[in-house]
């Protein structure tokens, strides 16, 4: 799906986003966020950008570990309003920037961390965003990208599947009236490259693999590479 495509889709869905978010996980991505960020090791001089922030729940469990700054970016003004008003009383550490992934508005060694929470699988060039992400890094600066994944475990493989294909593009197509963007959503995970496949993409573009951490029996990893 191109920028376009891509853009009218969440424009459409984003004033039942979070409640879509928190129904179809079950509540689970709170800890799922709140897991992933305990691993990106922040402290008071972390200046991180949030690449595709949505209305920004990942920056706001980022924000918990009061960092210099976090920039959101994400190209649907819309979710980046109601991130400005849920992170509105850490206006002084937040600031989002409507921009892609793929060409970063931003100078070359700016960021010691960047994250990618559940959008990297809808870039319309992920090796773009990898490459963008390494420039925008200082030295030894980390990328850390969670996103949905395929369990080993047979019976959770066989629920992943059955939940991706059917419950999540008829539940949210149900609550959001909106059949195709969540027949899109259950797609682009099925389409997402398996964890090898995944982090040689990543390192391709110059970057040394860290460490995985799947969560919640693998349906969910994050990824974290250094430049």
């Not at 984003?14 to 922040?42: C, F, M, P, Q, T």
């Not at 699988?121 to 090796?127: C, E, Y």
């Not at 390494?134 to 080993?152: A, D, H």
């Amino acid at each position: 799906m191109n920028h376009k495509e891509n853009d009218k889709l969440f424009n459409r869905i984003a004033s039942d986003y979070d409640r879509l978010n928190k129904i179809l996980s079950l509540g689970w991505h709170k800890s799922w966020r709140k897991n992933s960020v305990e691993k990106l090791i922040l402290d008071e001089n972390s200046i991180i950008l949030d690449i595709a922030t949505g209305t920004g729940d990942f920056a706001a469990e980022i924000l918990k570990y009061n960092p210099k700054m976090v920039i959101g970016l994400d190209p649907i003004y819309i979710m980046l309003r109601q991130a400005k008003i849920k992170l509105n009383s850490c206006k002084d550490k937040f600031e989002s920037v409507a921009a892609y992934g793929e060409k970063l508005p931003f100078r070359s060694d700016t960021f010691t961390h960047s994250t990618i929470s559940y959008g990297i699988r809808n870039a319309d060039n992920r090796n773009l965003i990898y490459e963008e992400t390494m420039r925008v890094l200082k030295p030894g600066g980390i990328l850390g990208v969670l996103e949905f994944s395929k369990t080993r475990t047979t019976l959770f493989n066989l629920i992943y599947n059955c939940y991706f294909n059917y419950v999540l593009s008829i539940v949210g197509g149900l609550i959001s009236g909106d059949f195709k963007a969540y027949r899109y959503f259950s797609e682009s995970v099925n389409r997402f490259p398996e964890k090898k496949e995944f982090i040689q993409e990543v390192t391709r573009s110059g970057f040394t693999f860290v460490k995985s951490y799947p969560m919640f029996f693998g349906i969910t990893t994050l990824y974290i590479f250094q430049k």
